[in-house]
């Protein structure tokens, strides 16, 4: 498995490729799909500890949505509102995000001091285990290069669908 500060470049390298294999996944049934994905996410997360990499908090933002905010403020004892002045703003898709990376929660042993409350993006990251996985490649594909584990299931994945023999 990659280190965290290799994965952007290996994403990079492997972006046209994994394309052309996204490509062919969307033409794989919904349910198919999620029957031969899932069991590699699992298998790549009984290998990796993301405590020794915390890359997705170091280096981009998880979107809030109303409910994350009214969560993460009330663990914090501020209101709303004073939570998303002090550390969120709207991004170009009018989404609110961390005005900064690393995450402001991640502490210096990549432990989250918000975990309990955290936004729902956080919960769900990397997004490799969830139901209709076809319908979010455009993402998996971005998180190839912030994820190891991302990489090494799409890597395990191509290997699993013969892609490229």
Do not use: W
């Not at 905010?69 to 998303?84: N, Q, T």
């Not at 001091?113 to 955290?118: A, D, H, I, K, N």
């Amino acid at each position: 498995m990659f280190k965290p500060e290799e994965i952007k470049e290996k994403g990079k390298v492997a972006e046209a490729i994994n394309k052309k294999f996204f490509d062919k996944l969307r033409k794989v049934s919904l349910d198919h799909l999620d029957k031969i994905v899932h069991p590699v996410h699992e298998d790549v997360f009984e290998e990796v500890d993301c405590l020794t990499c915390a890359n997705c908090c170091k280096t981009t933002s998880p979107i809030f949505y109303q409910a994350d905010i009214e969560r993460v403020a009330r663990k914090l004892r501020v209101k709303p509102s004073e939570f998303i002045d002090q550390y969120l703003h709207l991004d170009e898709d009018n989404d609110y995000v961390l005005n900064s990376a690393p995450c402001p929660f991640l502490d210096g042993e990549n432990y989250c001091l918000v975990y309990e409350s955290r936004p729902t993006a956080c919960r769900e990251y990397p997004h490799t285990n969830r139901k209709r996985f076809r319908q979010i490649l455009n993402l998996t594909l971005k998180n190839t290069q912030v994820c190891p584990a991302v990489f090494e299931i799409v890597e395990r994945l191509k290997v699993k669908l013969d892609f490229g023999k």
